[in-house]
């Protein structure tokens, strides 16, 4: 079942992508940060979080927002789903689910930004996979050697 994410959920969905091992101590904080702020604010202005919970288990989540200063443009900040669980469909689930609730808002694209290193390599063919196009590359932008790759997708 994918419903909206509850405050109370924050330390599992922390713990959750934490224990993927894809993302750096720095997200990780980032990520807290970002839930704290949207049940505080962000969810008032647009932004939109997501849990994916199968028998009381969560499995996954989401995070986007509108772009600001933008038409229709939105982005996805956040997704992830439990290490063990990965491949066997549940992150394919969620950016459907992220898709379709978009198109219902008269979103016309979605952008994902990712890293270049070969650790996300699996991230960048998931997208591609679902008909994300790489977009554009902006080189050393998280780190000298990781650029940060856009997919783009529209969804009219």
Do not use: C
Request: cysteine-free.
């Amino acid at each position: 079942m994918i419903r909206p994410t509850h405050p109370d959920d924050t330390p599992t969905l922390v713990a959750l992508a934490d224990a993927t091992g894809m993302f750096k101590p720095i997200e990780i904080k980032a990520l807290q940060e970002v839930l704290d702020d949207y049940f505080a604010t962000n969810q008032r202005e647009g932004h939109i979080a997501i849990t994916l919970e199968e028998n009381g288990e969560v499995l996954g989540f989401t995070y986007y927002a509108p772009a600001p200063m933008t038409d229709g443009t939105w982005q996805l900040w956040w997704i992830a789903v439990r290490k063990g669980t990965q491949g066997r469909g549940y992150g394919a689930q969620l950016l459907h689910h992220v898709e379709e609730d978009l198109r219902r808002r008269g979103a016309r694209v979605l952008f994902i930004e990712t890293g270049s290193v070969s650790h996300y390599e699996l991230t960048r063919r998931f997208y591609r996979k679902f008909g994300y196009e790489q977009h554009a590359v902006l080189a050393d932008f998280y780190a000298a050697g990781d650029s940060m790759i856009v997919f783009r997708k529209s969804l009219g």
